[in-house]
């Protein structure tokens, strides 16, 4: 819920009062879980105007993003299917029939 916000807010990012009022969870909750993205760095935050503006890592997140999608996705049926057809071309499969 907290990262779908910060995503969707962009480069403005988001106070942690925004972030509580759009996802309904309350300011303890929102503080613990915005610490925890922010040790995984997933999130950052800068200190704005007396403010804390908390921001996604769009860096972070493509990283995390493309690493999922070979390893557990899409890319790893693909890498699987490639691993296959190699096989497959090696004797004795591609062996013909006398």
Same mark, same amino acid.
């Given at each position: 819920?907290?990262?779908?916000?910060?995503?969707?807010?962009?480069?403005?990012?988001?106070? &942690?009062?925004?972030?509580?009022?759009? $996802?309904?969870?309350?300011?303890? $909750?929102?503080?613990? &879980?915005l610490?925890?993205?922010?040790?995984?760095?997933i $999130?950052f #935050?800068?200190?704005?105007? !007396? !403010?804390?503006?908390?921001?996604? !890592?769009?860096?972070?997140?493509?990283?995390?993003? !493309?690493?999922?999608?070979?390893?557990?996705?899409?890319g790893?049926? #693909?890498?699987?299917?490639? &691993?296959n057809?190699?096989?497959?071309? #090696?004797?004795?499969?591609?062996?013909? #029939?006398?």
């Amino acid at each position: 819920m907290i990262i779908g916000c910060l995503i969707a807010a962009e480069d403005s990012g988001l106070s &942690q009062l925004e972030i509580c009022e759009i $996802t309904g969870l309350s300011p303890r $909750t929102c503080s613990v &879980q915005l610490e925890a993205m922010i040790q995984a760095d997933i $999130t950052f #935050k800068k200190s704005e105007k !007396n !403010n804390l503006t908390f921001y996604a !890592n769009f860096v972070v997140l493509g990283e995390l993003f !493309n690493h999922m999608c070979e390893n557990y996705g899409y890319g790893l049926k #693909k890498s699987a299917e490639k &691993q296959n057809s190699e096989l497959l071309n #090696k004797p004795p499969f591609n062996q013909k #029939k006398s």
